[in-house]
C-alpha cells in the first residue's frame, strides 16, 4: 500500500516527507456557520508530510479573542488591513518560490487562488486544497494534486488528483 506521502515524493532520496506551507484563508473558512476545527485540518494534511509553515490571515475586524484562538491552535496570523486574498497570494507565491517548501496547501473556497495552484505546479510544487463541502469550488478542486474536505460532521475526505 502507497503512504500518502509516498504520492508526493519527487526525489525519495532528498527527504523522508516533503514539507508543507499551509495557509488559511480566514475570512472565507473560519466562520462559526462552517465548524472548522484547525487542529483536525493540521491533523490531515500532517499525513502528506511536514507543516513547515501554518499561517491563517484575517482582516483588520478580527477579534482578539479569535487571532488568540489561532496562536493556541499553532498557528502564526498575519493581519491585513486590506484584501486578504492579495496578502495570502502574495506570501504564497513566496512559498513557491522557496526551495525549503515541497507542497503549497491552501485552505479557502475561494477561486481566486487557482493561479497560485497553477504556478506552484508548473514551479514542480504539489498543490493542496483544504476546503469543507459548503460553497468549494470546483474550480480549486480540479486544479490540486489532493483535495482534502470537510463534511458537516467534521469528517475528512481525501482525494488524490493527477
Known sequence: MMLM???LKKNPKKKEKPDIALLVDG?????????????KVKREVQKYGNIRVAK???????????IEAMVNQGFQTEITTGDVDVTMAIEAMEYVMSPDIDVIALMTRDTDYRPVLVKARARGKRTMIVANDVGFSAALRNTADIVIIFNEKEEASHILNH
Open 5 to 7: 506521502f509516498d504520492f
Open 27 to 39: 475570512p472565507n473558512t473560519i466562520r462559526k456557520s462552517m465548524k472548522v476545527d484547525l487542529v
Open 56 to 66: 491563517v490571515y484575517l482582516d483588520q475586524y478580527a477579534s482578539d479573542k479569535l
